[in-house]
């Protein structure tokens, strides 16, 4: 099993600034990929942002050039910079990891229990 622990979300002013963290840990040989997601009430879920293990990332268009993913491997936790916040930010953000439990295991995902984005006009 594989734990995930986020922090950072919070109330925050439109035009502020949040950063979120998710730490990984518990039976984890490697990660592979790694994101955000978030949902607003009466809305699907919705991908934010990912980075594979090599560091590509990818955005959902209404975040691109405002969010900013990154990861440490070495911590296994991912990060989500949040700049330029919007009142359509506000919604729970979850962390998302792809891992494999041992060599040539296979691939299983696993959710963070989410966080409150809150961006106030």
């Known amino acids: 099993q594989v734990q995930l622990v986020e922090s950072g979300g919070g109330l925050v002013q439109a035009g502020g600034s949040l950063r979120l963290s998710c730490s990984a840990s518990?039976?984890?040989?490697?990660?592979?990929?790694m994101g955000w997601y978030r949902q607003a009430p009466g809305k699907q879920r919705e991908l934010v942002a990912g980075?594979?293990?090599?560091?590509?990332?990818n955005y959902a268009d209404s975040v691109k050039g405002r969010f900013t993913i990154s990861r440490d491997n070495g911590k296994n936790t991912v990060y989500l910079q949040m700049n330029s916040l919007k009142p359509e930010d506000t919604a729970v953000y979850y962390c998302n990891v792809v891992v494999r439990h041992w060599l040539g295991g296979t691939l299983a995902d696993y959710w963070g229990q989410g966080t409150q984005v809150t961006v106030s006009s």
């Open positions: 518990g039976s984890i040989f490697e990660i592979n990929a």
């Open positions: 980075i594979g293990s090599r560091g590509s990332t």
